[in-house]
């Protein structure tokens, strides 16, 4: 509806790939319904995947030994992430749904897209304990996972060779996005597009379309173990 | 026993930290045992995680749309791949033990650790279908997961807020480890050592020393859903 605001976190190197377009295609509905639309395009901005003492402007609380966790967290508190960081934070802070669009690397995202949560995702900014899974931070905020996969699936069925592909959602959904406090919608997944046809990819972007245009009538999912391993 | 060959890719920033120490318990225990042991600092090494165009030497197969996975491929064959990739490959060929040692950061490995996974584990050098899995073309060798985490034993509980942390380990050990064909070791795990005293920290380098005494006699796990989500 006009005026929700959704940020697209986009690792893909070729913009015309399957996933290039499938962002394309979740701008342009989202855009249509008067949504405001922000892409962080992750390679396209060589974003920093990297842990490291760098995204802490001037000095550490403790020289001696470098913990990133507590010095990102006391960064955030007094103004001093990187700029890099700084700049994600706001646009996830203005955010009503995040979308993750992505190839599933490795059973998990690409290490680009993996630096994004690991470097944006800030104690203090998106979580702060007690304050986790349902009472996060950033809860009010609904992400959605839009990945394609090399394997069939067939093969992340239940009982196939690379197990139920909810497996593979766990760490994402529940571990991160359900830490933070957000809400889950139902991922979005296109199995093994480079064993299809032409056609077929078309009708993947069809389908995300349609999906798209109802999305903001969906229920979260349940972000349970019993969700994942039933 | 003397002559094998143990490859620990470590990522810390911190050469005082718990995992900087763990990594060099592993080193020294190791070596004592006659085995010569190679270390991958990530961080030191400043590890490239993001999957380039770079990563090809010279020509792409196809120019015009950029697939990452068919060119490294193409460039594994032909020699064409980046030097640090082909540098991180030799150590892995020559590897009997991979160890892999690390802080969980979001339920999975750092990203920088996750760039390891993407860029290195090529296909065509590591499987190559229908190579994968039991036959994949890392067989014969083994992985090990070492690592600490935020969270206690008790919240990586079956039925506690984040979950059995079997659930974590499935795309690591599966998803990657066995699908190259390596067999994998049971996981080594040390809970929230920032929240408790330096003495349980000292054990805990002690039990990761101890076990190492006789990993060479431990038997694999059963790297199945069943294990996993029993």
């Known amino acids: 509806p006009p005026g929700r605001k959704v940020l697209i976190v986009y690792a893909h190197q070729e913009p015309n790939s399957l996933n290039g377009s499938l ?7 989202l855009s249509k319904q008067g949504c405001s639309v922000t892409v962080s395009d992750l390679y396209a901005m060589q974003f920093e995947p990297r842990a490291t003492r760098n995204d802490i ?4 609380q403790n020289s001696e030994e470098f913990n990133y966790g507590v010095e990102t967290r006391e960064a955030y508190k007094r103004g001093c992430l990187s700029n890099d960081l ?9 955010a009503d749904l995040l979308i993750f669009q992505f190839p599933l690397y490795w059973f998990s995202m690409p290490a680009i897209m993996k630096g994004w949560m690991d470097r944006v995702l800030v104690q203090g900014f998106a979580h702060e304990f007690p304050n986790c899974y ?23 069925a239940k009982g196939g060779i690379s197990g139920d592909i909810r497996y593979v959602l766990w760490p994402m ?9 957000v809400k889950v919608l139902a991922p979005h997944i296109c199995f093994a597009p480079e064993y299809v046809s032409e ?3 078309k009708e993947m972007l069809i389908a995300w379309a349609k999906r798209l245009k109802t999305l903001w009538k969906e229920e979260p ?4 173990p019993e969700w994942y391993f039933k």
Chains 1, 2 share one sequence.
């Open 23 to 29: 962002k394309r295609v979740a701008v342009e509905e």
């Open 57 to 60: 402007v001037g000095c550490l």
């Open 86 to 94: 700084i700049e994600e934070q706001k646009k996830v802070q203005e």
């Open 134 to 156: 349902d009472s996060g931070l950033l809860k009010n905020k609904l992400a959605l996972f839009s990945f394609t996969t090399g394997g069939s699936k067939e093969m992340y």
């Open 173 to 181: 959904q529940h571990g991160i996005m359900h830490f933070c406090g």
């Open 199 to 201: 056609e077929k990819r």
């Open 221 to 224: 999912i349940n972000c349970s």
